[in-house]
């Protein structure tokens, strides 16, 4: 079953626009949210997270949108450049142990 | 910074035989983990540790054992590799904060 669901699975924008990830998942256990990108033939390196206690988290040009009530979390990149196309990976971690689940992925292509 | 490092990062295998992949980290983290990655389903929990002599199934572990001798290393092992298991293999440690620091992956091929 798949517990952290992602969307798109793939976005292509123009440099300068915001892209916007969307995850969401079921489990009201889950108590830590990161993003992380991944540029082809590189591993996984974290990008920013957050935690339910709120609902937005900004890093420069990176904001993660939370909605607890709905169990949604996006995020957003603002002034897309072509350096940013990559895949970028949602996760969440329950409560109590130290296991993440990861969406799918989401492919995105800024085109300059 | 966090170094995780595999060992091999690439290997080719025959259907049947015994695999087993490697992972060492410096920055005495308690926990460790083995993921594989797919396209379509991200990266999926195969094995973790919270130290050393401990294991845990993931959501995947079918096929696959893993083993925890020293708080370094955390091997993942395939005692009958099938082609279904061609993926490429990530290992990632943390310390009970947050963040999991990344291997840079192995990739495997079962003929």
């Known amino acids: 079953q798949q517990q952290v669901r992602q969307s798109p699975q793939s976005l292509t924008v123009w440099e300068g626009e915001t892209a916007i990830l969307n995850c969401s998942y079921e489990?009201?256990?889950?108590?830590?949210f990161p993003w992380y990108h991944q540029f082809p033939g590189e591993s996984p390196a974290l990008l920013i997270a957050i935690r339910p206690v709120s609902n937005k988290k900004e890093d420069g040009r990176f904001t993660i949108f939370f909605n607890k009530r709905e169990k949604k979390f996006s995020l957003h990149i603002a002034d897309s450049q072509p350096g940013d196309s990559a895949t970028y990976f949602c996760a969440a971690r329950r409560t109590g142990n130290y296991k993440y689940v990861f969406g799918a992925g989401t492919r995105l292509k800024v085109i300059a | 910074e966090a170094a995780v490092t595999q060992s091999p990062r690439n290997k080719v295998a025959v259907t049947g035989g015994k695999v087993t992949l490697s992972c060492n980290q410096t920055n005495n983290h308690n926990n460790m983990y083995w993921y594989r990655q797919d396209t379509g389903h991200g990266l999926r929990l195969i094995h973790y540790s919270y130290g050393a002599g401990s294991t845990e199934k993931g959501d995947i572990p079918d096929g696959y054992k893993a083993s925890r001798p020293s708080q370094e290393n955390f091997s993942l092992i395939l005692e009958l590799a099938t082609p279904s298991q061609t993926s490429v293999y990530f290992c990632?440690?943390?310390?009970?904060?947050?963040?999991?620091?990344f291997g840079p992956g192995t990739r495997l091929t079962v003929l």
């Open positions: 489990d009201s256990t889950f108590d830590y």
């Open positions: 990632a440690s943390g310390a009970g904060t947050y963040e999991q620091y």
